[in-house]
């Protein structure tokens, strides 16, 4: 499955936006989907992920009631509604797929098969 992120801008601190990540070649219903960033001169952290069946969702502690995400299995998109965005959570955003993680893997980074070039969002102050 070939993975492209999109969606990020500039945006100032209270502001929103939405990421999308769009896929291509395979049934992407099969597939869980993880949002992930990496800030500059910081590892890659989890964001979150929806799973592919029941559309279970998981998010990182810092972003929990803040961020929303959300899947449309028919346009073969996964959403990353962003809300109220801090400076902190300027970084390069990914999207990652993985059709057999188990759930204990899901916020794992390197754990995901697929992933495609990222996008950035960067929230001023």
């Known amino acids: 499955v070939q993975l492209q992120a999109s969606g990020g801008g500039l945006v100032q601190a209270g502001g929103s936006l939405r990421l999308s990540c769009a896929a291509s070649g395979r049934t992407f219903s099969r597939y869980t989907v993880g949002w992930f960033r990496q800030a500059q001169a910081k590892e890659r952290e989890f964001v979150a992920a929806?799973?592919?069946?029941?559309?279970?969702?998981y998010y990182a502690d810092s972003v929990k009631g803040r961020f929303t995400i959300s899947r449309d299995n028919a346009k073969n998109t996964v959403y990353l509604q962003m809300s109220s965005l801090k400076p902190e959570d300027t970084a390069v955003y990914y999207c990652?797929?993985?059709?057999?993680?188990?759930?204990?893997?899901?916020?794992?980074?390197?754990?995901?098969?697929?992933w495609g070039q990222g996008t950035l969002v960067t929230v001023s102050s």
């Open positions: 990652e797929a993985n059709e057999a993680i188990i759930q204990s893997s899901i916020r794992n980074v390197g754990e995901y098969d697929y």
């Open positions: 929806i799973t592919r069946s029941i559309g279970r969702t």
